[in-house]
């Protein structure tokens, strides 16, 4: 006879097998660390219901959610909030049905507007989808380097050998993080966009160790971009990434990109996860430049007290006006305010 399926809550006993699960899970990210309940809690401050399926006292599925409850964009359950990823990690039937079904009456419970589940390949359950919108980019990295960089587009490659030729320079390592800090804000503020609280990278190096790498490109005068990188299992995915406006006419981009893909591939990662991109966007253009292919993401939700599926994203008409100011903003009054609004978007 089968065992039954139970819902229970991550703790510290069972954050061991939690992340043992992960590790082996071909359905599990990064953002189905354990670690990330403790990164959005201490940075964030939001509370996280970190839940998993067990059958015969062994974990068989993972749903970390986050609750964001914000005056500006709404009421919501969210796994994983902050993240690109998430949702539910599973292969077991049963156990996707009553994480989903646990995540609803959750919500319910909260009193949320609707509940999240930020998938890559829609679950069979009764929800709805929304995969119009973002798109994520991966492809192989062969264990010859030479391999990857002949399988890139001829023009790409053209704009590489430019950047290198320019005598960009990369300085890696966890002594980055105040610089990666600062070309951050600025990228973001420039794109219209809340920087995170300060010390939300910090906590995510302190958190996850040598699974992150900081990077920082220099150019002629100084930094130029700068990315954090995670590392899961055999893959590399520059996460967080920012440049100042010299960054494009120097290629540092591009230099940084390859830089990663060369020092992944030395490290035995095997697949490149350049992230997700809003469709009729610049970067989604950027990464298709790569010679990536775009993959729907297929974002599913229950409805609780909503009556229309979100719409949070800065393409929204409704935001627009927020975005342009933003953009127009003193750095010094963005770094002070994004924080704050930072914090309600999820």
Same mark, same amino acid.
């Given at each position: 006879?089968?065992?039954?399926?139970?819902?229970?809550?991550?703790?510290?006993?069972?954050?061991?097998?939690?992340?043992?699960?992960?590790?082996?899970?071909?359905?599990?990210?990064?953002?189905?660390?354990?670690?990330?309940?403790?990164?959005?809690?201490?940075?964030?401050?939001?509370?996280?219901?970190?839940?998993?399926?067990?059958?015969?006292?062994?974990? =068989?599925?993972?749903?970390? *959610?986050? +609750? $964001?409850?914000?005056?500006?964009?709404?009421? @919501?359950?969210? !796994?994983?909030?902050? /993240?690109?990823?998430?949702?539910?990690?599973?292969?077991?039937?049963?156990?996707?049905?009553?994480?989903?079904?646990?995540?609803?009456?959750?919500?319910?419970?909260?009193? =949320?507007?609707?509940?999240? *589940?930020? +998938? $890559?390949?829609?679950?069979?359950?009764?929800? @709805?989808?929304? !995969?119009?919108?973002? /798109?994520?980019?991966?492809?192989?990295?062969?264990?010859?380097?030479?391999?990857?960089?002949?399988?890139?587009?001829?023009?790409?490659?053209?704009?590489?050998?430019?950047?290198?030729?320019?005598?960009?320079?990369?300085? $890696?390592?966890?002594?980055?993080?105040?610089?990666?800090?600062?070309?951050?804000?600025?990228?973001?503020?420039?794109?219209?966009?809340?920087?995170?609280?300060?010390?939300?990278?910090?906590?995510?190096?302190?958190?996850?160790?040598?699974?992150?790498?900081?990077?920082?490109?220099?150019?002629?005068?100084?930094? $130029?971009?700068?990315?954090?990188?995670?590392?899961?299992?055999?893959?590399?995915?520059?996460?967080?990434?920012?440049?100042?406006?010299?960054?494009?006419?120097?290629?540092?981009?591009?230099?940084?990109?390859?830089?990663?893909?060369?020092?992944?591939?030395?490290?035995?990662?095997?697949?490149?996860?350049?992230?997700?991109?809003?469709?009729?966007?610049?970067?989604?253009?950027?990464?298709?430049?790569?010679?990536?292919?775009?993959?729907?993401?297929?974002?599913?939700?229950?409805?609780?007290?909503?009556?229309?599926?979100?719409?949070?994203?800065?393409?929204?008409?409704?935001?627009?006006?927020?975005?342009?100011?933003?953009?127009?903003?003193?750095?010094?009054?963005?770094?002070?305010?994004?924080?704050?609004?930072?914090?309600?978007?999820?």
């Amino acid at each position: 006879m089968t065992a039954m399926v139970e819902i229970k809550t991550l703790d510290g006993a069972s954050e061991p097998a939690w992340e043992a699960f992960v590790a082996g899970s071909p359905e599990a990210t990064f953002h189905h660390r354990a670690g990330w309940a403790r990164v959005i809690a201490r940075s964030y401050r939001h509370p996280t219901y970190f839940r998993y399926a067990s059958r015969g006292g062994r974990i =068989v599925g993972v749903l970390p *959610l986050v +609750h $964001v409850k914000s005056p500006l964009f709404g009421n @919501a359950l969210i !796994s994983t909030a902050f /993240a690109t990823f998430g949702g539910i990690a599973s292969s077991d039937p049963a156990a996707i049905q009553a994480l989903a079904k646990d995540a609803a009456d959750l919500g319910t419970k909260l009193g =949320v507007d609707h509940v999240e *589940l930020r +998938h $890559v390949d829609p679950l069979p359950i009764d929800w @709805a989808v929304k !995969s119009e919108l973002y /798109a994520v980019f991966r492809r192989p990295l062969d264990e010859d380097v030479g391999v990857t960089w002949g399988g890139l587009p001829a023009q790409k490659r053209q704009e590489l050998r430019r950047g290198i030729r320019s005598g960009l320079r990369q300085r $890696v390592g966890p002594d980055q993080l105040e610089t990666f800090n600062w070309i951050y804000a600025n990228s973001v503020r420039n794109l219209g966009t809340p920087v995170p609280p300060r010390g939300f990278f910090k906590a995510i190096t302190e958190e996850f160790g040598d699974a992150v790498e900081l990077a920082v490109v220099h150019g002629a005068a100084g930094p $130029v971009s700068a990315v954090m990188a995670f590392y899961f299992r055999d893959t590399v995915c520059p996460y967080y990434a920012g440049g100042l406006p010299a960054a494009r006419t120097e290629h540092a981009y591009d230099f940084m990109y390859w830089s990663l893909m060369d020092r992944a591939t030395e490290r035995g990662a095997r697949l490149f996860d350049f992230g997700r991109s809003k469709r009729g966007t610049g970067a989604f253009d950027y990464k298709l430049g790569w010679g990536f292919t775009p993959r729907s993401m297929h974002y599913q939700f229950h409805l609780v007290r909503g009556r229309e599926l979100p719409n949070v994203n800065p393409l929204n008409p409704k935001y627009r006006v927020m975005v342009e100011t933003w953009k127009r903003l003193p750095l010094p009054v963005a770094n002070l305010m994004g924080p704050v609004l930072a914090r309600q978007i999820g």
